[in-house]
Nanobody, 121 residues
Framework: QVQLVESGGGLVQPGGSLRLSCAAS????????VGWYRQAPGKERELVAH???????NYADSVKGRFTISRDNAKNTVYLQMNSLQPEDTAVYYC???????????????WGKGTLVTVSS
């Protein structure tokens, strides 16, 4: 069974920084593409950043230049460095990963339970 666990959320003042982590654990062959999503109260979940197996990245326009997604394949962990945080970044942040359970099989999608980021003075 595969588990994704997000961590690193919390309360931060506007202009501050946080680094989120998404760690995969359990029995699997590899973690492929991973996305960070967020859902603010009353809003739909949106994709914030995405990283492929090879390290290619893309970002939502709202976070470009402020957020950086990266991965450590040896640790099966993906990070989201968030700088210059603003109140509108307040949301629950989730990671979603495509995980290959058994080599040569198609990846399956897994979600973490989320970590809350609150940006407020």
């Amino acid at each position: 069974q595969v588990q994704l666990v997000e961590s690193g959320g919390g309360l931060v003042q506007p202009g501050g920084s946080l680094r989120l982590s998404c760690a995969a654990s359990g029995s699997f062959y590899s973690v492929n593409a991973v996305g960070w999503y967020r859902q603010a109260p009353g809003k739909e979940r949106e994709l914030v950043a995405h990283i492929t197996t090879g390290g290619s990245t893309n970002y939502a326009d709202s976070v470009k230049g402020r957020f950086t997604i990266s991965r450590d394949n040896a640790k099966n962990t993906v990070y989201l460095q968030m700088n210059s945080l603003q109140p509108e970044d307040t949301a629950v942040y989730y990671c979603n990963a495509a995980v290959v359970i058994t080599r040569y099989y198609n990846p399956l999608a897994y979600w973490g339970k989320g970590t809350l980021v609150t940006v407020s003075s």
